[in-house]
């Protein structure tokens, strides 16, 4: 007897929890539409966990026992709660048939229903809904896969293989799956959230909130690995003199072998930052061609007037996040609204122009926005209100009866 591959005995582990991806949806569907006999054994699976309300499946299963079982719950009357056709529909089959035809048929029958549960509540896509504060990774196909906090979960291709394999807060793709042409993944982190990747070289990727990440499943050789960054991410690249590895971002690119640094390019952020932390990185313009610079551990080279640019910094600013922290060092509060936002999730609308004038040095760690707030009015008076997740910030009252 046939016995279900075990990707997509995992696969059917998800759709009976209802916890089943687009992407698994698919492949499932592409299996069950190769044969009869895999629908067959799919409906067969599927009566068998209806009925016992159990999740028992393994390739090893004693399948001829569970059909068994299945037959000796023909020879009780129908219930109607097992079978969601017209009773009309149901008594013209077993009037018509005789004694052995009639457990046939209703056996057929329970297997066609079993397929008629899958169509039902899964082939709608209209249905598949993204929530809004969700961890998303967009597969190859287009298709979204929701990543859920500290959860436990397998990424599959197209053609069924599983390339990674997700456990907690880490995404980690395997380097044993072929494949001669590149394909993507795209993970998006929103904001409130940070994330940790692992390529199929490696190199461990740290997102941070309000990033957008688009890599290869896995490298080919012979070609650079390139990578596509919007946000903020910290690299730990795996040494690979073959293959230089490059971060292409908003109007910078990075070139490394094998090192540690960190890329801020956000679209709301006035210039594209990236710091060396350690080993050697050349940063490249998009905008002016063949001009590059090349970093030291302690620099940061950055975009500005049309031409790249160096200076020395203090690492541990740039890097604090990857560890839950925010740390400011003589920045603006312009500046720090925007990582405010990114970082707890929230909308902060300054109507006190004299804010921004204030330069702000302070770390945090365990606090909450208002915390963080409070700790500012230290540095000069406002006022401000939290509704839901807007924060306004005014002028302080004192002052406008003044």
């Known amino acids: 007897m046939n016995t279900i591959p ?3 005995l995992a696969i059917i582990s998800t759709y009976t929890s209802k916890e089943i991806g687009e992407v698994e949806f698919v492949v499932l569907k592409q299996w069950i539409d190769e044969s009869s006999e895999n629908e067959a054994l799919f409906s067969e699976y599927l009566l068998f966990y209806k009925k016992s309300r159990r999740i028992a499946f393994a390739e090893t299963a004693d399948k001829d026992k569970a059909w068994q079982n299945i037959l000796s719950q023909l020879e009780r009357p129908l219930e109607s709660a097992n079978v969601r056709e017209k009773p009309k529909y149901r008594r013209r089959i077993i009037k018509q048939a005789s004694a052995v035809m009639k457990y046939a048929a209703v056996v057929i029958f329970f297997l066609t229903m079993g397929y008629f549960y899958f169509q039902k509540d899964f082939l709608d896509k209209s249905a598949f809904k993204v929530p809004a504060e969700a961890i998303t990774l967009q597969l190859e196909n287009g298709a979204i896969q929701i990543i859920k906090d500290d959860g436990s979960s397998q990424i599959i291709d ?3 293989n599983v390339v990674g394999s997700q456990k907690g807060n880490q995404l980690v793709y395997s380097n044993t799956v072929v494949k001669d042409s590149l394909v993507y993944n795209t993970i998006n982190v929103p904001y409130g959230k940070r994330f940790e990747l692992q390529l199929s070289d490696g190199t461990s990727v740290h997102l941070n909130s309000g990033t957008s990440l688009k890599y290869p499943v896995r490298f ?9 960054l919007d946000g903020e991410a910290y690299f730990d690249v795996t040494k690979d003199s073959k293959h230089p590895f ?3 971002s908003n109007d910078m690119d990075v070139k490394v072998l094998g090192t540690r640094f960190n890329v801020t390019s956000y ?3 006035e210039k594209t930052y990236a710091v060396l932390v350690e080993g050697s990185v050349a940063a490249y313009s998009k905008l002016i061609e063949n001009e590059h610079v090349l970093l030291k551990p302690g620099n940061r080279a950055y975009f500005e007037n049309k031409q790249l640019k160096t200076e020395a910094v203090d690492i541990d600013k740039y890097v604090a996040w990857v560890s839950g922290e925010l740390m400011f060092i003589d920045d603006s509060f312009g500046v720090i609204a925007n990582k405010l936002e990114r970082k707890y999730n929230v909308d902060i609308v300054n109507n006190y122009d004299d804010l921004n004038d204030i330069v702000i040095t302070a770390t945090f760690k365990e606090e909450n926005i208002y915390q963080v707030l409070k700790t500012f009015q230290t540095y000069k008076a406002f006022d401000f209100t939290i509704n839901n997740r807007v924060i ?3 002028k302080p009252k004192k002052m406008q009866q003044n």
């Open 220 to 228: 080919i050789k012979g070609e650079s690995r390139q990578v596509f």
């Open 6 to 8: 075990p990707n997509i």
């Open 267 to 269: 679209h709301k952020d």
């Open 246 to 248: 490059v971060v292409r």
């Open 392 to 394: 306004t910030i005014t």
């Open 158 to 160: 197209a053609n069924g």
